[in-house]
């Protein structure tokens, strides 16, 4: 397999203008964690225009809304992941999100398959998703426009390293550590996965800070660090409405049809690879660690 030799494409240029189609009548999209943040945005904003859409989560919302469907799911147990996917329409649909995510507590905590907790719910499971669905992916949908595409949330382009001789987190913690681990391995499974299914188009999505529950474990939920913390970042990034809206005619671009395995920030302009996983070592040693945890897990 070829070396991804990371992204150099700041140029890409994309136009609001140059869209799938001028609705989303008849598209299908699977949003894994579109029960909460920025997957319910996109899920409603995507409805509202004519889209299907079926969301992966613990908690359903949104009962009676036409076009919206739901299966349940505990996304920090790869098992769980595993018979999801198995479940999923896959051969029909044109776009699959990833978008649930956690921060990790300031002490270690694990799921049941003995996986840190952050690590399992905002990473590994996709890992597993994508794994299990890139072979059915788009194979009886209509659309013949472009690849099926796969989008995944974190925060790539930030040159982390994580510590890939402990990426579980198992001989030592610490909040930003394992976070790390998370991040690299978002980031290298879009780049692994461009490679590696090159029938599916696949992006990965830095929306940067904004305001939502994500930091209640670390920070505690209801504490006034938590209130404070969000209500600065509030005053001075976008909202997850803002943002859900301004990136939505991205995903649906014809102009990043071309370019699998980009990343983009959150104003949707193309960012660079992390300099780490732009070296074929870098990029494969994650992938091994993510699946021999992979294989643990599934035991």
């Given amino acids: 397999m070829k070396a991804f030799d990371g ?9 609001r203008d140059s869209l799938i ?15 909460n943040g920025i997957g319910r945005l996109l899920a409603l904003e995507m409805i509202s225009k004519g889209a299907e859409v079926l969301v992966v989560g613990r908690t359903f919302r949104d009962d009676n809304i036409p076009r919206l469907s739901f299966m349940k799911a505990d996304l920090s147990q790869m098992k769980e992941a595993k018979r999801i996917t198995q479940q999923l329409p896959a051969e029909t649909l ?52 472009f690849k099926p595409r796969v989008f995944v949330w974190g925060f790539p382009g930030t040159n982390q ?88 005619p991205l995903l649906v671009s014809h102009d990043i049809e071309n370019h699998s395995g980009a990343m983009f920030n959150r104003h949707g302009h193309a960012i660079h690879t992390s300099k780490f996983l732009s070296q074929q070592s870098g990029l494969a040693n994650v992938i091994e660690q993510s699946e021999r945890l992979a294989a643990r897990a599934l035991r």
Avoid: C
């Fill in 7 to 15: 992204i150099k494409r700041k140029d890409i240029q994309w136009s």
């Fill in 21 to 35: 189609a001028d609705s989303l009548f008849g598209i299908k999209v699977a949003i894994i964690g579109g029960t």
């Fill in 94 to 145: 044109d776009m699959v999100f990833f978008t649930a995510g956690i921060m990790a507590g300031k002490q270690r905590s694990e799921s049941d398959e003995g996986i840190e907790i952050d690590l399992a719910v905002s990473y590994l499971n996709r890992f597993v998703m994508i794994r299990e669905i890139s072979e059915r992916l788009g194979k009886d949908r209509n659309q013949d426009t």
């Fill in 161 to 248: 390293k994580g510590n890939l001789s402990d990426f579980n987190s198992e001989k030592s913690y610490s909040l930003m550590s394992a976070h790390s681990n998370t991040v690299i391995g978002n980031e290298a499974l879009v780049l692994d996965s461009a490679l590696r299914f090159p029938k599916i188009n696949f992006f990965g999505m830095n929306p940067g800070l904004m305001k939502s529950n994500i930091r209640s474990s670390p920070l505690g939920e209801g504490s006034w660090a938590l209130k404070i913390t969000e209500m600065f970042i509030g005053t001075l990034f976008p909202s997850v409405e803002t943002y859900s809206r301004r990136i939505l």
